[in-house]
Nanobody, 127 residues
Framework: QVHLVESGGGLVQAGGSLRLSCASS????????MAWFRQAPGKEREFVAA????????HYADSVKGRFTASRDNAMNTHYLQMNSLKSEDTALYYC????????????????????WGQGTQVTVSS
């Protein structure tokens, strides 16, 4: 059963923007760090961004700093990734992931810290 559902991906030209969303009707994550990871064909899954349970702390991969912004709306049980100034190297399948422990800001850039993820949404940036 898939608990997290990503949406908002698509095809965009380089320099454009997309906003990804992650929601769940079956899994509460208001007390957990939420993150975005991505995986391009032939590459390992890599960390993109993480946001704390209260939205006050964020952490980004160097490759997306200044271009991507993570946010969340706990009332809506939804998590977002605003992606601006997109580059061809941002092309990947993007996954929303839930940290395995509540109120812990541990290893937020490591896939092993997360216990739930969705099926992903495809982002394709044309140059």
């Amino acid at each position: 059963q898939v608990h997290l559902v990503e949406s908002g991906g698509g095809l965009v030209q380089a320099g454009g923007s997309l906003r990804l969303s992650c929601a769940s009707s079956t899994l509460a994550f208001n007390n957990n760090v939420m993150a975005w990871f991505r995986q391009a064909p032939g590459k390992e899954r890599e960390f993109v961004a993480a946001i704390s349970w209260n939205g006050k702390t964020t952490h980004y991969a160097d490759s997306v700093k200044g271009r991507f912004t993570a946010s969340r709306d706990n009332a809506m049980n939804t998590h977002y990734l605003q992606m601006n100034s997109l580059k061809s190297e941002d092309t990947a399948l993007y996954y929303c992931e839930k940290h395995g422990e509540m109120w812990r800001w541990d290893n937020v850039d490591s896939p092993s810290a997360y216990d739930h993820w969705g099926q992903g949404t495809q982002v394709t940036v044309s140059s």
